[in-house]
């Protein structure tokens, strides 16, 4: 009997035990759970985040800068002392230069929950940065906001011009642009006809899902008059460059156009009526009407031999490109500073800005060029290309080739209002 109580007390002894310890280990997990849920909790507690700055424990106040406002009118409200709005001031300008805050753009002012003191000061300079002013710390640092790129597919037909159906599908002026660089040599854009179809491929950089820029183009298609014109771009040499299907290049010497996309007014022509003068004379240029201040700039490398003022072609600048050719840009309203004898400029440089100084009616800019020392029609003249795609680069170029065809082969085209309206 008594062997029998003592095996009953072990069998407790062990059942209670293992209760202790069932009861202990559930205790446990619930100690372990709660910590968990602290952590978690502290987690997602640092994750709330505004300028990579925690913002738990601060109030956020936005605003934009009103006319006239500096960062001592912003900061004023905030309790911030003018000993270290001055030493901000001071320590910036490196970074940025507060003098430049401007008008309507955005800033935000972070202070303690506790406090209306200011412990932060964040202002954007644009839509892709911010700079940050650590108030408390007298620290200045600035970030780039993130940003995705969207790939960017259009497709138009031609019923007024180039410019217009571009833009009333979106396309930027900068864009249509490099699309006129890109194609100049090839299509006449002052010719073009109702029904001349283009397509074109670029990015959008977007932030805070806000379009803030685009990429260059990165394949391009125009059709003329029934001729189809592919661009198909290619590194080759270190320099990506555009090339037709059969890989010849698209660049050459000189810049089709010494305005960016704009309007011819009268051409070379050997027997021309003066609008000043009231007498027929050789019109020995190319005229391109254009705002007065539009940026006028050098079709290519050279070196400017002449930058001055004469009573018939106003302000102008003359470019000796090579032993070949030079040009001459006339009448101009300004002269961009340091063109004089002996400069070199690069293709693409503002070298001044159109006018209508000298014998000219409005302005514009009058466009001369010379080979081997003639004057001759710019218009007719046959420039010689880039290198065409080298045969080591030929099956690497196809298979590039062939992307971008598909690719361009897909985009749809988004026709003119009066064409849909018409077809109804």
């Not at 309203?333 to 009616?361: C, D, F, N």
């Amino acid at each position: 009997m008594q062997k029998k109580w003592m095996s009953a007390g072990l069998i407790a002894l062990v059942l209670g035990g293992g209760l202790f310890y069932f009861w202990d280990q559930i205790d446990f997990n619930r100690q372990e759970e709660k910590v968990l849920v602290e952590d978690f909790k502290e987690e997602m507690k640092e994750d709330l985040l505004l300028y990579g700055i925690n913002i738990n424990e601060l109030d956020v106040v936005e605003g934009v800068v009103g006319k006239n406002q500096t960062l001592s009118t912003i900061l004023a409200p905030f309790n911030v002392s003018y000993q270290i709005i001055d030493e901000i001031a001071r320590k910036s300008k490196d970074i940025f230069d507060v003098r430049k805050i401007a008008f309507n753009k955005k800033f935000t002012v972070l202070t303690g929950r506790d406090s209306s003191e200011a412990q932060f000061f964040i202002y954007e300079p644009n839509p892709s940065e911010y700079v940050v002013f650590k108030l408390d710390e007298v620290s200045i640092y600035k970030e780039e906001k993130p940003v995705e790129y969207r790939d960017v597919e259009i497709g138009g037909e031609i019923s007024s011009s180039l410019y217009v159906n571009m833009t009333q599908l979106g396309i930027t002026p900068d864009l249509i642009d490099q699309f006129a660089d890109m194609y100049g040599w090839v299509v006449d854009f002052q010719r073009l006809q109702k029904g001349d179809k283009f397509k074109v491929v670029y990015k959008e950089k977007v932030v805070d899902d806000h379009v803030v820029g685009i990429t260059d183009i990165e394949a391009a298609y125009f059709e003329h008059m029934g001729e189809p014109y592919h661009a198909i771009p290619f590194e080759q040499n270190g320099e990506l460059s555009f090339f037709d299907q059969d890989g010849n290049s698209f660049k050459k010497a000189f810049l089709r156009d010494p305005l960016k996309y704009t309007r011819i007014s009268s051409r070379y022509n050997l027997n021309r009526y003066h609008p000043v003068q009231k007498r027929y004379k050789p019109h020995l240029g190319t005229d391109y009407a254009a705002p007065t201040g539009t940026e006028i700039r050098s079709v290519g490398e050279g070196t400017v031999v002449d930058a001055r003022f004469t009573s018939a072609n106003g302000n102008y600048v003359k470019i000796k490109h090579n032993g070949t050719y030079t040009t001459q840009y006339l009448h101009m309203s300004k002269i961009a500073s340091g063109m004089k004898p002996g400069t070199r400029v690069k293709q693409g440089q503002v070298i001044g800005y159109v006018g209508s100084t000298g014998l000219a009616t409005g302005p514009h800019l009058c466009f001369r060029f010379w080979k081997n020392g003639k004057q001759e029609d710019w218009l007719k003249e046959k420039i010689p290309p880039s290198d065409p795609i080298l045969p080591a680069n030929r099956i690497a170029f196809d298979q590039v080739k062939m992307d971008k065809l598909r690719l361009l082969a897909n985009i749809p085209l988004t026709l003119p209002a009066e064409k849909l309206v018409a077809e109804k």
